[in-house]
């Protein structure tokens, strides 16, 4: 029988991006540099992002950081989609036009082809892996697969990921161990962040 180990996967959503999206701005340049500073000690084995401009430069700056040879890994289920699509008898009747009204405005394209992405992204990013020492992997994403992420960690219903929000360049860290439930260690934490970088891409009402 091959051996399992704990896996530490730390997601972070990428930094502030410009308005077109196509490339961080200089706050984001900072938010991922020192986002890198704060994941200088850590062993990781891989830093895995999605395709988009803002979730790769973010990687590439975090990866200037770490002061070592650490593989970049790009990833298509790490990019951003729609992992879910829930219907209205799921979600509370309070939430329902404002949940279902969010989700309709992206394009069909994100909704219909987002549930097999996120699929494919618990296969390959979740749950305890072979050998014998834990392993650490760096995942720099969006929002939406962190949001999912942090729902399927809690065994919460597919719905779920719809009010679950992360800062840009702020840091969760899931562990799974084998013969244990998936542990959230810290979700959207921005201690690495100046208060003048913290919660960009976080809704204002939310903020504190």
């Known amino acids: 029988m ?30 991922a540099a020192l986002l890198g500073e ?3 000690g850590v062993p ?7 395709p988009l401009p803002r979730a790769s430069q973010t990687a590439r700056l975090v990866h200037e950081q770490l002061g070592r040879d650490v593989p970049l890994a790009v990833s298509e289920p790490a990019g951003d989609h729609v992992p879910y699509v829930p219907r209205r008898e799921e979600l509370p009747a309070e939430s329902a036009d404002r949940f279902l009204a969010f989700v309709e405005q992206f394009p069909e394209a994100e909704r219909s082809q987002g549930p097999e992405l996120a699929a494919a992204a618990l296969a390959r990013f979740t749950g305890p892996v072979e050998g014998d020492e834990p392993h650490h992997e760096l995942l720099v994403t969006h929002a939406f697969l962190a949001a999912w992420l942090v729902r399927d960690a809690l065994d919460a219903p ?8 992360h800062s840009n360049a702020a840091l969760t860290v ?7 439930p998936a542990a959230l260690l810290m979700v959207n934490d921005m201690g690495h962040l100046p208060e003048d970088l913290r919660w960009t891409g976080f809704p204002p009402e939310l903020r504190v």
């Open 2 to 31: 091959t051996a399992a180990s704990t896996r530490f996967l730390y997601v972070a959503r990428h930094g502030e991006a410009s308005p077109d999206e196509t490339e961080l701005t200089e706050r984001g340049r900072q938010q």
């Open 38 to 40: 704060r994941l200088r």
């Open 44 to 50: 990781l084995s891989t830093v895995h992002h999605g």
């Open 158 to 165: 597919a719905w779920r990921w719809l009010g679950l929000n």
């Open 174 to 180: 899931i562990r799974y161990s084998p013969g244990r």
